[in-house]
């Protein structure tokens, strides 16, 4: 069988997350990438080397390249890497994945069983959550993305048709939403993505009682989304609704309360205060009964609960505005 020829981009912040990636792969069995790109995408000029991930390459050093990225977040690390690539496949993972124990050996067969229309194959992604308690909100999040489609911790793309659609867009300058909008470019393009068989864990990450506070900034992206693909992008892209309009519900009636007590009409501002109280409380009691319930955890959900709907406001609100003249994918030069 003639096995085709892949790539490996990898864009890192180098977290303590690389080393162990980068071994999985060096451990699974199978015929080894042609090229692995690293894209050190640490916004520091000056950010020192990758001695001990690179280490634990081996064999696989000589073919590994260290590019530097630019911090603008991973679509624009990933097209960094992209532009170096020769191979005529590229598989995108993130750092913080751990490649399966025959990765290697099944990407390869997923790439042999494509047709000339396919130009993307996933990986299956599994989350390992812990199995003597409940998982936190943190932990329930992450494990979400097993269930997400076209998800860059793991995928595979024809370097071809990623030229053809002009990469990664750049004005998504977090993780989240550039493989959802990557993905639909494609399609648009006339091409096929598939699920393939190769799996890949990916660790939920440790993170502060903010996480959930700071990924409200994913709203602006959904903000993009929606002027890039319309506002039935969701459908498109088979992703879960999610409770903006109830965040919305939620500070509208808390901005009202608020204004109406100012201007002294009590029972209006009662009754928006009640809306607001209600609303809190059921996103609360959502994010707290399937969770631990630890003292810990109520109190994180409690006060973040109470902040995340404006947030999400704020950034949502701010996404529609930034972007508001923001040219077409088409006209965004990589």
Same mark, same amino acid.
């Given at each position: 069988?003639?096995?085709?020829?892949?790539? !490996?981009?990898?864009?890192?912040?180098?977290?303590?997350?690389?080393?162990?990636?980068?071994?999985?792969? !060096? /451990? =699974?069995?199978?015929?080894?990438?042609?090229?692995? *790109?690293?894209?050190?995408?640490?916004?520091?000029?000056?950010?020192?080397?990758?001695?001990?991930?690179?280490?634990?390459?081996?064999?696989? +050093?000589?073919?590994?390249?260290?590019?530097?990225?630019?911090?603008?977040?991973?679509?624009?690390?990933?097209?960094?890497?992209?532009? *170096?690539?020769?191979?005529?496949?590229?598989?995108?993972?993130?750092?913080?994945?751990?490649?399966?124990?025959?990765?290697?050996?099944?990407? !390869?067969?997923?790439?042999?069983?494509?047709?000339?229309?396919?130009?993307g194959i996933q990986?299956?992604?599994?989350?390992?959550?812990?199995?003597?308690?409940?998982?936190?909100?943190?932990?329930?999040?992450?494990?979400?993305?097993?269930?997400?489609?076209?998800?860059?911790?793991?995928?595979?793309?024809?370097?071809?048709?990623?030229?053809? *659609?002009?990469?990664?867009?750049?004005?998504? +300058?977090?993780?989240?939403?550039?493989?959802?909008?990557?993905?639909?470019?494609?399609?648009?393009?006339?091409?096929?993505?598939?699920?393939?068989?190769?799996?890949?864990?990916?660790? *939920?990450?440790?993170?502060?009682?903010?996480?959930?506070?700071?990924?409200?900034?994913?709203?602006?992206?959904? /903000?993009?989304? +929606?002027?890039?693909?319309?506002?039935?992008?969701?459908?498109?892209?088979?992703?879960?609704?999610?409770?903006?309009?109830?965040?919305?519900?939620?500070?509208?009636? &808390?901005?009202?309360?608020?204004?109406?007590?100012?201007?002294?009409?009590?029972?209006?501002? /009662?009754?928006?205060?009640?809306?607001?109280?209600?609303?809190? &409380?059921?996103?609360?009691?959502?994010?707290?009964?399937p969770g631990p319930?630890?003292?810990?955890? !109520?109190?994180?959900?409690?006060?973040?609960?109470?902040?995340?709907?404006?947030?999400?406001?704020?950034?949502?609100?701010?996404?529609?505005?930034?972007?508001?003249?923001?040219? =077409?994918?088409?006209?965004?030069?990589?």
């Amino acid at each position: 069988m003639n096995r085709p020829a892949y790539a !490996v981009v990898v864009p890192t912040l180098v977290r303590d997350t690389l080393a162990d990636c980068l071994a999985a792969l !060096v /451990a =699974a069995t199978g015929p080894k990438p042609q090229e692995i *790109v690293l894209v050190d995408d640490r916004p520091d000029p000056d950010p020192g080397p990758l001695e001990h991930p690179l280490s634990v390459l081996g064999d696989l +050093r000589d073919r590994t390249t260290v590019i530097p990225g630019c911090g603008r977040g991973p679509a624009a690390a990933r097209n960094t890497g992209l532009r *170096v690539v020769t191979s005529a496949w590229v598989a995108f993972l993130d750092d913080d994945v751990q490649v399966g124990p025959h990765w290697c050996e099944q990407l !390869v067969q997923d790439l042999a069983d494509t047709t000339p229309d396919t130009a993307g194959i996933q990986g299956v992604i599994a989350v390992p959550l812990p199995g003597e308690r409940r998982p936190t909100d943190w932990e329930r999040d992450t494990a979400a993305l097993a269930q997400a489609r076209w998800i860059t911790a793991d995928m595979a793309y024809r370097t071809d048709a990623l030229k053809q *659609v002009g990469g990664f867009d750049e004005r998504f +300058r977090r993780a989240f939403r550039e493989d959802a909008d990557l993905a639909l470019r494609v399609l648009d393009a006339g091409w096929r993505i598939r699920q393939g068989r190769r799996t890949t864990r990916h660790p *939920v990450r440790p993170a502060s009682r903010w996480v959930s506070l700071r990924a409200q900034r994913g709203n602006a992206d959904d /903000a993009l989304m +929606r002027y890039l693909h319309g506002p039935d992008w969701w459908h498109k892209a088979v992703a879960p609704r999610g409770r903006l309009r109830r965040h919305l519900a939620i500070t509208a009636a &808390g901005t009202a309360a608020c204004a109406l007590a100012v201007a002294g009409r009590r029972r209006a501002a /009662a009754a928006c205060a009640l809306g607001w109280a209600v609303g809190t &409380g059921e996103f609360a009691w959502t994010r707290i009964a399937p969770g631990p319930r630890t003292r810990y955890e !109520v109190t994180t959900m409690l006060v973040t609960s109470a902040l995340i709907p404006p947030t999400a406001t704020w950034h949502w609100l701010s996404g529609l505005w930034r972007y508001r003249d923001a040219p =077409a994918w088409r006209e965004v030069a990589l």
